[in-house]
């Protein structure tokens, strides 16, 4: 789809700016959640995937900029915990938006200093899947509202004397160095 022009006024000078019909402006909880698609899979960093595009370097800088913690190899734990943590942020409505871009917290994670860590995302100009794409990570976010942290939503109730059944006994048959006082029951 070609770009059209429009033609702005400043101090009675007309500047040309191109303007493209594809990128819409600001984003809805009600948009977002469509984009990240089903909450219910164990399958949560595809899921993250499905709704924003990390390039490279983001995720190394987020785990240099955090306080120091072992993230696995290529960040993978790191990349689990905001795949986890962006979707409660978009469920609990914990998000603010300027133009377009939107700003989430990295979770809980923080600077040395306990300054809170930041994601800015912006639409994907660069092809349709995903939607969005990280703009910056850090603690030096410039936006209107800065948005906290999600908070863990609470488990199902589980109803008092309700039996619990393992649906992999052998587990605890294989590795009964693992709970000892197991072992004998």
């Known amino acids: 789809m070609p770009h059209h022009r429009q033609a702005l006024f400043v101090s009675g000078h007309a500047i040309t700016q191109h303007i493209n019909p594809q990128i819409k402006k600001m984003t809805t909880k009600e948009e977002l959640l469509e984009q990240l698609g089903n909450g219910y ?9 499905q709704l924003i595009y990390i390039r490279d370097g983001f995720l190394q800088k987020l785990a240099k900029d955090a306080l120091t913690e072992d993230w696995g190899a290529d960040n993978f734990a790191l990349e689990k915990y905001l795949s986890v943590q962006i979707p409660w942020s978009i469920e609990q409505g914990l998000f603010t938006t300027s133009g377009n871009q939107w700003y989430v917290s ?26 969005w794409t990280v703009k910056a990570i850090g603690s030096q976010i410039s936006a209107p509202h800065l948005p906290t942290a999600p908070t863990i939503p609470s488990g199902p109730e589980i109803p008092r004397g309700a039996e619990i059944v393992m649906m992999h006994d ?4 294989d590795n009964t160095d693992r709970v000892p006082f197991l072992r004998d029951t």
């Open 41 to 49: 899979t164990n399958k949560v960093v595809d899921r993250l995937h």
């Open 106 to 131: 990295a979770g809980n994670l923080q600077t040395r200093y306990g300054t809170p860590l930041y994601i800015v995302l912006e639409r994907n100009t660069y092809s349709n899947r995903p939607p």
């Open 170 to 173: 052998h587990i605890l048959g």
